[in-house]
């Protein structure tokens, strides 16, 4: 069973929240094994599962990083997301320029290439949340284009992360 279906929601980027923790409390209530300790050993252990995924759930679809992974991996669209060939070519065209300009940093640090590289990452994920805005705000169950878009958005965001964690370290040993 999957986290939507557990909580009885459908598969969408954008989901109520207020529902969600409705049915996460509703949830604790019926499955924390407290509740349940003059059930069968059989019983107990059912209710402990049924309380971790409902935990888990809870924590996957409350965050919408965590969520759009959940989507992603549950329609098979995520596969090796460490491997650059699944991160779409024309971006990583784009991140030349960057990736080149972190190497220089790596040499010699300049103050106001540190800058400078940080607002050109600001100006690329700025770029990237619009292109998906619209996919991100639906409550409607996804369809593959909007899912493709999503995926792309995911695997630039990240790549974008590991930039600016590369980034930050340079700034923090000068």
């Given at each position: 069973?999957?986290?939507?279906?557990?909580?009885?929601?459908?598969?969408?980027?954008?989901?109520?929240?207020?529902?969600?923790?409705?049915?996460?409390?509703?949830?604790?209530?019926?499955?924390?094994?407290?509740?349940?300790?003059?059930?069968?050993?059989?019983?107990?252990?059912?209710?402990?599962?049924?309380?971790?995924?409902?935990?888990?759930?809870?924590?996957?679809?409350?965050?919408?990083?965590?969520?759009?992974?959940?989507?992603?991996?549950?329609?098979?669209l995520?596969?090796?997301?460490?491997?650059?060939?699944?991160?779409?070519?024309?971006?990583?065209?784009?991140?030349?320029?960057?990736?080149?300009?972190?190497?220089?940093?790596e040499?010699?640090?300049?103050?106001?290439?540190h800058?400078?590289?940080?607002?050109?990452?600001?100006?690329?994920?700025e770029?990237?949340?619009?292109?998906?805005?619209?996919?991100?705000?639906?409550?409607?169950?996804?369809?593959?284009?909007?899912?493709?878009?999503?995926?792309?958005?995911?695997?630039?965001?990240?790549?974008?992360?590991?930039?600016?964690?590369?980034?930050?370290?340079?700034?923090?040993?000068?």
């Open positions: 069973m999957n986290y939507f279906d557990f909580f009885e929601m459908p598969v969408a980027f954008s989901i109520d929240e207020e529902a969600l923790k409705r049915q996460f409390y509703k949830n604790s209530k019926n499955f924390h094994p407290d509740f349940h300790t003059q059930s069968s050993e059989e019983e107990q252990e059912a209710m402990l599962e049924k309380s971790t995924l409902n935990n888990q759930a809870f924590q996957t679809l409350s965050n919408q990083d965590k969520r759009i992974k959940y989507i992603l991996d549950l329609k098979g995520l596969g090796d997301e460490a491997n650059p060939a699944s991160i779409p070519q024309d971006f990583l065209m784009e991140m030349m320029e960057i990736n080149e300009k972190l190497m220089e940093l040499f010699d640090f300049d103050v106001r290439l800058e400078q590289i940080s607002q050109e990452l600001d100006v690329f994920e770029k990237i949340a619009t292109s998906v805005q619209k996919d991100l705000v639906s409550t409607e169950p996804p369809g593959m284009e909007s899912l493709e878009r999503v995926r792309d958005f995911f695997l630039k965001k990240r790549y974008l992360l590991r930039i600016r964690e590369n980034l930050s370290k340079f700034a923090g040993s000068n």
